[in-house]
């Protein structure tokens, strides 16, 4: 018998059907991998299958019964988001049993029985902490695994949801996860493997459905599909084999060159961007690439080095004085970092476009208006208007207001910080396309960082490797994975390869 099953369930928003019809089991041992252009249903699917949301019709089956009747049912259902949910002033043990562990007549919590209940768990599930740590001192990578051991630790689950567990994640701490996976399933529990990265889905999955427009497209079994099948199921297109988006026109001219740039977590690097360019960035969680474009734009601090912007000195520690000059720096966190996300679509959008929109005291509405609508149909952001709150967006078109609403800055140099997290296959095309064309039509300099190898090699006109905050290398994208692997786990961080501009 299926632990956990929709039959037949819709849920309707505003002028959006977001499931429409659905059914889908799970079976216990099983890991079930639920993959999906964004906006196809996913994430309505889990919120329906979690209790938070009550589909319209059908039902949601927990163990046989009928879990919309009895609420209670869900807490069998164990779900870790994507983005990190943990209080982080807070210790690890604390974080660990909330809102579970109870309080003594005091209010207080006694600390030294909470870590010795915590270390087991800790070891079990392989984190490198310790129970007293504050969670706000621990890695990214540890938060997430963090939060997968308070998921199972507390609760009498027999279904564990698991919302791109990886992103955040080193490629050690990957194979962490996937074991703990791995002796999940094999207690006879169902998980629920979504993401968008088709590699770890074919390393780790027994069986996939695909959604699209709100609809289960097909099942079957990870042995008898390949990534080929995938994507067509994903967007009714066959895959773009060899497909490459680096820019075609770039200048000779440098329109940026840092010298021996040093700061907290990058020491000694010197790179040169053209006008035109995609120059990427890559090396592995933790190696500087963030820090040093946050340094570059003034809200971090440079040790020593320097900086030539357009022939001219660089001045340091001045974000505002950064962006007046046109470097532009989209961050990863797009949902924490990039979005007003209780605004709409508009003001999202005319937010930095104030200036220009004035009209006598006020704002012109018909000018932000007409400004939105622009920029909806320039980048093809899907929405009904602009009205729509961002944060109901998918990730790939809340990148899409980002990236439009840069524009309003007229950047020289744009910074693409993880521009793909969280997105899915054709979605990432289109993002690609669009950089392609900012570099070519509008002269930009473009510096994408990107943790993704296939993603860096093929939108780069030239790879910067980062090994350890120090250049790992210089590399042009026909160089191949193993090499540049190499670099960014630190086998050649000495040794540096250029090869002739495309």
């Known amino acids: 018998m299926s632990v956990l099953e929709a039959k037949n369930i819709s849920k309707k928003f505003p002028g959006v059907l977001a499931l429409d019809s659905v059914d889908i089991s799970f079976e216990p041992g099983e890991i079930h991998a639920v993959i999906g252009e964004n906006g196809a249903g996913k994430s309505t699917l889990i919120k329906c299958l979690t209790g938070v949301y009550t589909p319209e019709e059908g ?15 869900f807490k069998k259902v164990a779900y870790v988001p994507q983005e990190i949910d943990l209080f982080k002033h807070m210790t690890v043990a604390e974080n660990l049993f909330m809102p579970f562990e109870k309080f003594d007549i005091k209010g207080t919590i006694n600390q030294g029985e909470l870590g010795k209940k915590a270390l087991p768990i800790l070891e079990k599930f392989n984190i490198p902490v310790s129970p007293s740590d504050l969670v706000r001192d621990i890695s990214v990578s540890s938060q997430q695994l963090l939060q997968i051991a308070r998921a199972v630790s507390n609760v009498d689950y027999e279904v564990l949801m698991l919302d791109e567990p990886t992103t955040s994640l080193t490629v050690k701490d990957t194979r962490i996860l996937f074991d703990i996976v791995k002796r999940i399933a094999s207690e006879n529990k169902a998980v629920v493997f979504i993401s968008h990265k ?18 289960r497209i097909s099942y079957a079994k990870i042995s008898e599909v390949d990534d080929s099948w995938i994507v067509k199921q994903m967007t009714g297109r066959e895959k773009v084999l060899d497909q490459k988006f680096y820019s075609e026109k770039v200048s000779n001219e440098n ?21 035109g360019e995609i120059l990427g960035f890559t090396g592995l969680v933790g190696a500087g690439r963030s820090e040093l474009m946050q340094a570059i734009l003034g809200i971090l601090p440079i040790y020593s080095g320097e900086i030539i912007f357009e022939g001219e000195p660089w001045k340091k520690g001045d974000s505002n004085w950064s962006v007046s000059k046109g470097y532009i720096y989209l961050p990863e966190e797009r949902k924490k970092d990039g979005i007003l996300p209780m605004l709409s679509i508009r003001e999202n959008i005319s937010i930095t476009a104030l200036d220009s929109l004035r009209s006598g005291l006020g704002l012109s509405r018909t000018k932000e208006q007409d400004l939105a609508d622009d920029i909806i ?78 993603e860096i090699m093929k939108c780069s006109n030239r790879i910067i490797a980062l090994y350890d905050g120090h250049n790992a290398g210089e ?5 191949d994975d193993r090499t540049l692997l190499g670099a960014i786990i630190g086998l050649n961080k000495v040794k540096q390869v250029t090869s002739d501009e495309k």
């Open 198 to 215: 088709l590699e770890e889905i074919f390393e780790l999955c027994d069986v996939i459905t695909v959604f699209r427009n709100g609809k």
């Open 59 to 73: 039902e949601v089956l927990v163990e046989g019964r009928n879990a919309i009747k009895n609420k209670d049912l």
């Open 255 to 275: 329109i940026m060159e840092v010298k021996k740039l040093s700061g907290e977590r990058f020491h000694d690097v010197s790179f040169n961007l053209r006008r």
């Open 475 to 479: 590399y042009d994208a026909s160089t």
């Open 377 to 454: 149909k320039l980048y093809d952001i899907k929405t009904p208007d602009a009205d729509k709150q961002i944060q109901f967006l998918s990730g790939g078109n809340q990148q899409k207001v980002i990236i439009g609403r840069s524009m309003n800055a007229k950047p020289k140099v744009l910074v693409f910080d993880e521009p793909t997290k969280g997105i899915d296959v054709g979605t990432k095309i289109e993002i690609y396309k669009l950089m392609k064309r900012l570099a070519e039509e509008e002269q930009i300099g473009i510096i994408m960082i990107s943790s993704e190898m296939e």
